[in-house]
């Protein structure tokens, strides 16, 4: 069976990886993992505060559409 253009390019990130990940050692991997930076606030508060704010925006634009006559 024949390879889509998509596939290709996944094999190809993946062959390309896996020989950047030859010769190292499970320290020096680790090492290159940890440098993603962390959001300091967890994605739960962001979700409360989005539904905060959102919501009650919402909730303001329909008071003012039906009793803002």
């Known amino acids: ?5 998509q596939q ?3 094999n190809a990130k993946f062959a390309k990886d896996n020989e950047a990940r ?8 680790k090492k290159r993992t940890k440098d993603a930076p962390k959001s300091p606030i ?3 508060w ?4 989005a539904f905060i704010v ?3 925006l919402f909730v303001e ?3 003012r ?5």
Do not use: C, H, N, W
């Open 61 to 63: 634009v329909l008071s």
């Open 1 to 5: 069976m024949a390879q889509t253009p």
């Open 42 to 44: 967890s994605p739960i």
């Open 22 to 29: 030859m010769g190292k050692s499970e320290d020096q991997l």
């Open 8 to 10: 290709r390019r996944a």
């Open 46 to 49: 962001l979700a409360v505060l």
């Open 54 to 56: 959102f919501g009650g």
């Open 65 to 69: 559409f039906f009793l803002g006559r």
